[in-house]
């Protein structure tokens, strides 16, 4: 298939704008849902779109040979939504946002012990730089234990988990399409996201459960605009694009929330985005995922 890399940009633009969509609609909820009916919702939706179009398309995508790998993987994503979602809630959406970035230089963090592969001096040291930037970002040097918000941490911790969302990707896809991946991420994450349902209930408003539906809604079409850019496009000419999410998420704290990211956020944010652009343009080409596809 030939490369459209134009219509890809455009997709992920579009996806970085739902995406953003998405998490305001989480931080619009406040204390309306727990988490685990945040999670629950975005886990269930997913399911019931993929599981729909899989029917009405080609059932026989339901079949796998690797149920093993497909838990694994939606325990993962079932981590990493948690805390993405936590992370949002506690820190300012341009914060958050950035801190997402740092997915690229876990990867190279752990693309040696996993892969095997060789990682040269000039990665290494733009990946150090790129962690760097997240403690300029989160002006860890004026933080004392006092005033320390771990939603910092429940951000790495989502972006650790989303570069290991990146080599199971990898091993999946080699055997397995799209859509029957989405559709076992949906349905191990629902099952898992029940104990939290439950633990974590309260009866909800109206406004509150189409907002949820919303913001599940919204998290699976980015998926889906994602995946579909990858799929046109070169990864190497689209790898700028994912960074216009920043953009959107300046756009809509101020207009939003109110929030004006600080001069450090801001110089963290292109300190991460560099090295991050950086890291990924000094990869080998791979056929394949190359987003976390949370």
């Known amino acids: 298939m030939q490369n459209d890399n134009s219509r890809g940009a455009l997709l992920l633009a579009l996806a970085g704008l739902v995406f953003t969509g998405e998490v305001s609609i989480v931080r619009l909820l406040g204390e309306a849902a727990s988490d685990g009916?945040?999670?629950?919702?975005?886990?269930?939706?997913?399911?019931?779109?993929?599981?729909?179009?899989?029917?009405?398309?080609n059932p026989r995508l339901l079949r796998t040979a690797r149920p093993g790998l497909h838990?694994?993987?939606?325990?993962?994503?079932?981590?990493?939504?948690?805390?993405?979602?936590?992370?949002?809630?506690?820190?300012?959406?341009?914060?958050?946002?950035?801190?997402?970035?740092?997915?690229?230089?876990?990867?190279?963090?752990?693309?040696?012990?996993?892969?095997k592969e060789q990682v040269g001096?000039?990665?290494?040291i733009l990946t150090l730089v790129g962690f760097g930037g997240v403690a300029l970002a989160s002006g860890i040097s004026d933080v004392t234990a006092s005033t320390f918000n771990f939603g910092?941490?429940?951000?790495?911790?989502?972006?650790?988990?989303?570069?290991?969302?990146?080599?199971?990707?990898?091993?999946?896809?080699?055997?397995?399409?799209?859509?029957?991946?989405?559709?076992?991420?949906?349905?191990?994450?629902?099952?898992?996201?029940?104990?939290?349902?439950?633990?974590?209930?309260?009866p909800l408003a109206?406004?509150?459960?189409?907002?949820?539906?919303?913001a599940g809604g919204l998290g699976t079409l980015g998926m889906v605009l994602t995946?579909?850019?990858?799929?046109?496009?070169?990864?190497?000419?689209?790898?700028?694009?994912?960074?216009?999410?920043?953009?959107?998420?300046?756009?809509?704290?101020i207009l939003v929330f109110g929030e004006y990211p600080s001069f450090d956020v801001l110089c963290g944010a292109a300190v991460i985005t560099g090295c991050a652009l950086a890291v990924r343009g000094s990869e080998p080409r791979r056929r394949g995922l190359s987003s976390p596809m949370r």
Do not use: K
């Open 37 to 57: 009916q945040i999670v629950f919702a975005r886990a269930s939706v997913q399911l019931i779109a993929v599981a729909a179009w899989i029917l009405f398309r």
């Open 71 to 115: 838990l694994l993987r939606g325990g993962t994503s079932l981590i990493c939504w948690f805390f993405y979602y936590r992370s949002f809630q506690t820190l300012d959406l341009a914060l958050a946002t950035t801190l997402t970035f740092t997915t690229s230089l876990f990867v190279v963090a752990l693309a040696a012990p996993i892969l």
């Open 121 to 124: 001096a000039r990665r290494w």
């Open 152 to 202: 910092i941490v429940y951000s790495l911790v989502a972006a650790l988990a989303a570069a290991a969302l990146v080599f199971q990707n990898r091993v999946l896809a080699r055997t397995e399409a799209t859509p029957t991946i989405m559709f076992y991420i949906g349905l191990v994450t629902t099952a898992g996201a029940v104990p939290g349902l439950l633990d974590g209930w309260h």
């Open 206 to 214: 109206p406004s509150a459960a189409g907002m949820l539906v919303l």
């Open 227 to 253: 995946v579909e850019a990858y799929r046109v496009g070169e990864v190497s000419a689209l790898a700028p694009f994912p960074y216009l999410r920043l953009v959107f998420a300046i756009c809509a704290g």
